[in-house]
């Protein structure tokens, strides 16, 4: 099956710097991928997410990178504000939306610094 | 937008009894729903996929009888969690796929306390 590795488990940053989160999947016949931003207790929100079609998406302060040679795809916050202070998963799912289940990173837990 | 609920938020029961969690889409129909589980500190990882009018298939290492899938309708699915043991205490959440986006939803999530 999908395994998806994420790094790194904590960043902080200032605030107003950027920010990057990295994962790498093992599963080439993968084609979705979205990133989610938990909040201590709350259910995960879809902040963007990046179908295998397009190399780059970026929506306002947020953009995903893929490359699917390499098998990895990344998240960038930029001028990061205190909000932005939260859990992050990054997901896979070898169907064009998540039509299957998504795997999950391990997550990273980005402290904004003011 | 698209809103999911479940219910109840949380939960404390004794061990050996069942609990039952629902998944509802509340303005849109799901002929998919995901159950994922989330331990402390840790990351989601799927339990199961149900599907209206099917069987659910389950992720390796989920007892199926145990967890108990129920997607009736296409706005429904319900988890019930069966002789619950305290290691079976976690964060359930589910999630409902709005297929016009492709895109998952995921519900508030329901905390099980398994005493």
């Known amino acids: 099956g999908e395994n998806v590795e994420q790094h790194p488990s904590t960043l902080s940053v200032q605030e107003g710097d950027s920010a990057v989160i990295k994962c790498t999947y093992s599963?080439?016949?993968?084609?979705?991928f979205p990133w989610y931003k938990q909040e201590l207790g709350k259910r995960p929100q879809l902040i963007i997410d990046?179908?295998?079609?397009?190399g780059e998406k970026k929506d306002q302060r947020i953009a995903v990178t893929l490359n699917k040679t390499a098998k990895h795809f990344s998240l960038h916050i930029t001028e990061t504000q205190p909000e932005d202070s939260a859990v992050y998963f990054c997901?896979?799912?070898?169907?064009?939306?998540?039509?299957?289940?998504?795997?999950f990173g391990k997550g990273t837990h980005l402290i904004i610094q003011p | 937008g698209a809103v999911v609920s479940q219910h109840p938020s949380w939960v404390i029961c004794k061990s050996g009894t069942s609990v039952k969690i629902e998944c509802r889409s509340l303005?849109?129909?799901?002929?998919?729903m995901f159950w994922y589980r989330q331990f402390p500190k840790q990351s989601l990882m799927l339990m199961a996929t149900?599907?209206?009018?099917?069987?659910?298939?389950?992720e390796q290492g989920v007892e199926k009888d145990k967890f108990l899938i129920n997607h009736a309708s296409l706005t429904l699915s319900t988890l019930t969690v069966t002789s619950a043991h305290p290691e079976d205490s976690s964060f359930y959440i589910c999630?409902?796929?709005?297929?016009?986006?492709?895109?998952?939803?995921f519900g508030p999530g329901t905390r099980l306390l398994v005493l």
């Open positions: 999630s409902a796929l709005r297929a016009v986006e492709e895109t998952q939803y």
């Open positions: 303005d849109f129909q799901a002929t998919t």
């Open positions: 599963d080439s016949a993968s084609n979705y």
């Open positions: 997901a896979a799912s070898w169907s064009g939306g998540g039509a299957d289940g998504l795997t």
């Open positions: 149900s599907n209206e009018g099917s069987k659910a298939t389950y």
């Open positions: 990046i179908r295998s079609n397009v």
